[in-house]
């Protein structure tokens, strides 16, 4: 390993499992955590499992962050922090506090609670948990948000701020959240349908994605072995609409190019697609658009893994890098459930789990409301050994 940045940890928390363990056995059986997508453990399960006490108020983003960065930095073999950054993405911080305890905070009660709301606050507690990091830094930018804090970290590495940065989101449901995208008219009480015919809107998720980012001096310099090359990325903005996707898809389309072009890459490279697919009739048209007009007639296999987790929101960038992860180690692509009918002017997904196949590069695409779209280019760890 000479130059570039590599991923030598990653943690993921979900609805379909706690750790990549339980991850991969329910990606490989085809088994979904909807429509609830709901992580199966308790603030207080949580708590006694990382030793963080009862009686203590904690955010629920930030003990979902805390178990996917402990899981990230115990493969990466970082016992300490002091010398790393922590980028971390949310949108909902501690909302799920305010909710809990608004009206008496209304009444003047628990006033120190009100620092828990912010989306920064999550990132501190997180931070906090493991000692300190060297910098903290909380993006938000709704559902980019963790693609984003990928971004930014492999930027202080580039820049030669750090050496080793520790980047994802982290959310939980709320009230608030909900109703807010129950409002928008675009969630689906049935398990949702990512590119299919009948697709009737997307199923909100819950859950934490970090990995850890090197450079690849630091990584060889400490004998740890690569999960993969963060190869290339691209963010941009087409401003379109405030939550709806451009109907020519050209943030979505810009944003992979620039990760192609940064890593040097030919369309034709490109083995898989983790597409954003929230299984909402605008984006998904939308984001076929643009993989169409980038690779013409020979789109690679596409899945949208929110037909298992649910949409993540701000985490979910962070979650679907790490599954393309142990797509590339274990040799398959995720299946696109709940696929069924051709719809027009959507590509076809991968209904069907494919196994026993070498993913040599990936794309992981996360788009946000206000067009904020970005790409994830990710590199097989072997083809650079």
Request: aromatic share 6%.
């Amino acid at each position: 390993m000479a130059g570039g940045i590599v991923i030598t940890g990653a943690g993921i928390v979900s609805a379909i499992g706690v750790g990549k363990d339980e991850t991969l056995r329910s990606l490989l059986a085809r088994r979904s955590g909807l429509p609830g997508g709901k992580v199966g453990l308790s603030d207080l399960q949580m708590k006694t499992i990382l030793g963080i006490p009862v009686e203590e108020t904690v955010a629920r983003s930030s003990l979902l962050g805390i178990l996917a960065v402990k899981e990230a930095l115990q493969e990466a073999g970082i016992a300490d922090t002091g010398a790393a950054a922590l980028v971390s993405g949310t949108t909902v911080g501690g909302m799920d506090i305010t909710e809990e305890h608004y009206l008496e905070m209304l009444e003047g009660s628990h006033p120190e609670l009100f620092r828990l709301h912010s989306c920064g606050s999550s990132t501190d507690r997180i931070a906090a948990y493991f000692g300190g990091f060297g910098s903290l830094t909380t993006t938000s930018t709704a559902c980019s948000s963790a693609a984003n804090s990928i971004i930014f970290g492999a930027n202080l590495i580039r820049s030669g701020r750090f050496a080793v940065v520790v980047a994802g989101g982290s959310e939980c449901l709320t009230r608030y959240h909900t109703a807010g995208f129950d409002s928008l008219m675009i969630l689906d009480k049935e398990p949702c349908r990512p590119f299919d015919a009948s697709r009737a809107g997307l199923n909100l998720g819950e859950g934490a994605g970090f990995i850890v980012l090197e450079s690849a001096a630091h990584a060889s310099s400490r004998g740890v072995k690569a999960l993969g090359w963060l190869n290339g990325w691209g963010n941009a903005c087409d401003a379109f609409h405030q939550t709806a996707s451009s109907p020519d898809g050209e943030g979505a389309f810009l944003a992979m190019t620039k990760a192609l072009g940064m890593a040097g890459l030919r369309p034709e490279d490109i083995d898989y697609i983790n597409a954003h697919g929230t299984g909402t009739v605008n984006n998904d048209e939308s984001e076929s658009k643009a993989m169409t007009r980038l690779f013409g007639g020979c789109v690679p296999p596409v899945s949208s893994t929110k037909s298992f987790t649910g949409h993540t929101t701000s985490a979910s960038g962070g979650i679907e890098t790490v599954i393309c992860l142990l797509a590339m180690e274990y040799g398959f692509i995720p299946a696109n459930l709940g696929w069924k009918e051709p719809s027009e002017g959507c590509i076809k997904p991968e209904a069907e789990s494919r196994s026993k196949v070498f993913l040599q590069h990936v794309l992981c695409n996360s788009f946000a409301f206000g067009g904020n779209d970005s790409s994830l280019l990710i590199s097989n760890a072997r083809d650079y050994e």
